[in-house]
């Protein structure tokens, strides 16, 4: 573990006291503490404010009971949370996650993230995220509605357009968003449509919202690859999961000339040496919910292999799209060994610090998931922005904007790495171009 300057030791320690047992929410704060050095030597204002010890520090933090009846008719509860982080720069804004392993440390880390995500969009967007303990996976549509319609009844008193603006994660995708849409709806008697984002076409939804984080992740990483005199062209590619990010990496690399050659889910993963056939890939895991095994089994040219790492595949460009901590330092150092060039995080925090150390000393670009998966949380503000205007814009009109939004980010990030001294850092130029946006807007609104 590296040294903090002395400004942030202090603040890690604060944070490791006053949040025990939140490994992954340490992670994060450390990794953009690691970052700001430089910052706090150039800028003793944000030390005098307090800025560090207040933006580690969630704004406000809820966590409440979701009862609800299953088909067998027995009473179930799960844990539902919402994570206020920071509304410096706009309304709370982040996704929801139902998954078995959410506790207050994972919506604690994901709310972290995305303060500094959405300050680099550039858009007027705080950071938020929540989620619960609840697990879709093998209850039926009654089931998740009855869920949603339950966590929804108390989430609704603490969300708003102007206040916190929820969308999906793990978990919740177009059939959770609408039971969640359909019960806050019900208990405002309001259509108010910017409550949430990744809402579906027909009642308020964006064209290219449920493409855009995997969209926004290929377009990054296509700016890395030009800033290098390269394309994806020809390209041999391994991108992990198979859920929503994942699937439109994939769709996006192949428009680009690369060739997918291998996906996951939770049980395994699959390769595929004649690229992986997006149409079979969305109805195996969209349609009918299935697992990564069937379509190997609908595939000649594909294997299912559920030992191991998919990060034994060999290729030229990772793009971890599965979930926290997937990639450790054992397959970066194989990753690196079989030659790849460039790794890109599609999902939150899925490279373990030892992972990232090994690429930086092997020479492996690495870019960090808040700012190359920002392309849904960007594209979520230009929903919000057509629910405001009661507008809806083309297809290529939005696609246009989200790959313009993710070349700025891309620049925001290089540009702010060279300042800093540290050229080709991405983990870096991210941490410091968003931290010091909200910095700044806090310092601007005094103590609150
Ligand atoms: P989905 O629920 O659609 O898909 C998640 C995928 O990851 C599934 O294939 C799932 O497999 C797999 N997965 C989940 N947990 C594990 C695990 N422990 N081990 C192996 N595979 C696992 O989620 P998303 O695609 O929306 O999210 C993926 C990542 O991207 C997350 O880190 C999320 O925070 C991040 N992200 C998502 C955004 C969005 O707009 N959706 C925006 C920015 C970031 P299985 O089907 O077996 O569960």
Same mark, same amino acid.
């Given at each position: 573990?590296?040294?903090?300057?002395?400004?942030?030791?202090?603040?890690?320690?604060?944070?490791?006291?006053?949040?025990?047992?939140?490994?992954?929410?340490?992670? &994060?704060?450390?990794?953009?503490?690691?970052?700001?050095?430089? !910052?706090?030597?150039?800028?003793?204002?944000?030390?005098?404010?307090?800025?560090?010890?207040?933006?580690?520090?969630?704004?406000?933090?809820?966590?409440?009971?979701?009862?609800?009846?299953?088909?067998?008719?027995?009473?179930?509860? =799960?844990?539902?949370?919402?994570?206020?982080?920071?509304?410096?720069?706009?309304?709370?804004?982040?996704?929801?996650?139902?998954?078995?392993?959410?506790?207050?440390?994972?919506?604690?880390?994901?709310?972290?993230?995305?303060?500094?995500?959405?300050?680099?969009?550039?858009?007027?967007?705080?950071?938020?995220?929540?989620?619960?303990?609840?697990?879709?996976?093998?209850?039926?549509?009654?089931?998740?509605?009855?869920?949603?319609?339950?966590?929804?009844?108390?989430?609704?008193?603490?969300?708003?357009?102007?206040?916190?603006?929820?969308?999906?994660?793990?978990?919740?995708?177009?059939?959770?968003?609408?039971?969640?849409?359909?019960?806050?709806?019900?208990?405002? =008697?309001?259509?108010?449509?910017?409550?949430?984002?990744?809402?579906?076409?027909?009642?308020?939804?964006?064209?290219?919202?449920?493409?855009?984080?995997?969209?926004?992740?290929?377009?990054?990483?296509?700016?890395?690859?030009?800033?290098?005199?390269?394309?994806?062209?020809?390209?041999?590619?391994?991108?992990?999961?198979?859920?929503?990010?994942?699937?439109?990496?994939?769709?996006?690399?192949?428009?680009?000339?690369?060739?997918?050659?291998?996906?996951?889910?939770?049980?395994?993963?699959?390769?595929?040496?004649?690229?992986?056939?997006?149409?079979?890939?969305?109805?195996?895991?969209?349609?009918?919910?299935?697992?990564?095994?069937?379509?190997?089994?609908?595939?000649?040219? &594909?294997?299912?292999?559920?030992?191991?790492?998919?990060?034994?595949?060999?290729?030229?460009?990772?793009?971890?799209?599965?979930?926290? =901590?997937?990639?450790?330092?054992?397959? &970066? =150092?194989?990753?690196?060994?079989?030659?790849?060039?460039?790794?890109?995080?599609?999902?939150?925090?899925?490279?373990?610090?030892?992972?990232?150390? !090994?690429?930086?000393?092997?020479?492996?670009?690495?870019?960090?998931?808040?700012? !190359?998966?920002?392309?849904?949380?960007?594209?979520?503000?230009?929903?919000?922005?057509?629910? &405001?205007?009661?507008?809806?814009?083309?297809?290529?009109?939005?696609?246009?904007?989200?790959?313009?939004?993710?070349?700025?980010?891309?620049?925001?990030?290089?540009?702010?790495?060279?300042?800093?001294?540290?050229?080709?850092?991405?983990?870096?130029?991210?941490?410091?171009?968003?931290?010091?946006?909200?910095?700044?807007?806090?310092?601007?609104?005094?103590?609150?």
């Amino acid at each position: 573990m590296t040294q903090l300057h002395p400004h942030l030791a202090p603040v890690f320690d604060e944070v490791l006291h006053r949040n025990p047992g939140e490994s992954e929410f340490h992670q &994060a704060v450390f990794e953009v503490l690691e970052s700001l050095g430089p !910052v706090v030597t150039k800028r003793p204002d944000y030390v005098d404010a307090a800025i560090l010890r207040r933006i580690v520090e969630p704004e406000r933090q809820i966590i409440f009971r979701v009862p609800w009846v299953d088909d067998a008719s027995n009473v179930q509860i =799960n844990r539902g949370f919402r994570v206020q982080f920071n509304s410096a720069l706009g309304p709370f804004k982040g996704g929801l996650r139902f998954h078995p392993s959410v506790y207050l440390g994972i919506v604690k880390f994901l709310g972290f993230e995305q303060i500094f995500k959405n300050s680099l969009t550039g858009m007027p967007i705080g950071g938020g995220k929540g989620g619960s303990d609840f697990d879709p996976k093998g209850k039926s549509d009654a089931e998740v509605m009855r869920f949603c319609q339950s966590f929804m009844t108390e989430l609704s008193r603490h969300i708003g357009q102007y206040t916190d603006v929820p969308a999906g994660d793990i978990g919740v995708g177009g059939r959770e968003l609408g039971y969640l849409f359909g019960q806050y709806k019900r208990l405002t =008697n309001a259509y108010e449509s910017g409550v949430l984002t990744g809402k579906g076409l027909t009642w308020g939804g964006s064209q290219v919202r449920k493409e855009a984080t995997g969209y926004g992740t290929i377009y990054f990483l296509d700016e890395v690859l030009h800033s290098r005199g390269d394309s994806f062209e020809g390209k041999r590619v391994v991108v992990s999961g198979s859920g929503n990010v994942a699937i439109y990496a994939i769709e996006k690399v192949q428009q680009l000339g690369g060739t997918v050659v291998a996906c996951s889910d939770s049980s395994g993963y699959i390769v595929d040496e004649a690229g992986i056939d997006v149409e079979l890939l969305q109805d195996v895991k969209e349609v009918r919910r299935g697992r990564i095994a069937e379509y190997a089994e609908r595939r000649p040219s &594909a294997s299912f292999t559920s030992e191991g790492s998919i990060w034994q595949v060999a290729c030229d460009i990772a793009v971890p799209c599965a979930t926290q =901590n997937e990639l450790d330092e054992s397959d &970066a =150092n194989t990753l690196a060994a079989n030659g790849c060039t460039l790794v890109g995080e599609g999902a939150n925090m899925p490279t373990t610090q030892a992972a990232a150390r !090994v690429f930086a000393s092997a020479g492996v670009t690495f870019a960090p998931g808040k700012a !190359v998966n920002a392309g849904g949380v960007a594209t979520s503000a230009l929903e919000m922005q057509q629910n &405001a205007s009661r507008d809806s814009w083309t297809f290529e009109h939005t696609d246009d904007r989200l790959e313009e939004i993710m070349k700025g980010i891309h620049d925001r990030c290089a540009e702010t790495a060279d300042e800093y001294g540290r050229p080709g850092d991405y983990v870096a130029g991210a941490n410091i171009a968003g931290f010091n946006r909200v910095a700044d807007a806090m310092l601007a609104l005094g103590v609150i």
